[in-house]
């Protein structure tokens, strides 16, 4: 199955420096990313449902985007990027899903964001 990259784009009512908080802060990816984290140095260790899965942060512009590496992928040039940019005309925040999926299941990974952000937004009030 090839394995595709794809960008999904979601509009936050809340800061930058906020969003940038709720993709890298412990305690708010705890209240919609996964059930636990653990970060030691450059690796995290998400946990789901008691099921972990590491990721190395491969780079990391605070305010601006965060990259993630699986440790599982079967690609070394797959990753998880979320990056940040403020709109010029609206003001709004937008936040950018970088993501990868076999090619037929793209449209299910996008859903599964969809609902992921809806979460942080809520947590993050708007």
Do not use: H
């Amino acid at each position: 199955m090839e394995r595709v990259k794809f960008t999904s784009e979601f509009i936050c009512r809340a800061s930058p420096n906020i969003v940038y908080q709720f993709l890298t802060d412990p305690a708010c990816l705890t209240r919609w990313f996964c059930d636990e984290v653990d970060i030691n140095d450059q690796t995290y260790t998400f946990v789901w449902e008691g099921s972990a899965e590491i990721a190395e942060l491969i780079e990391d512009k605070e305010g601006v985007m965060v990259r993630f590496a699986w440790e599982d992928a079967d690609d070394d040039d797959e990753y998880l990027e979320f990056s940040i940019t403020k709109s010029p005309v609206t003001g709004e925040t937008i936040v950018y899903v970088t993501d990868f999926a076999d090619d037929d299941e793209v449209d299910d990974q996008r859903a599964l964001w969809e609902s992921q952000l809806q979460r942080m937004k809520a947590k993050m009030g708007g």
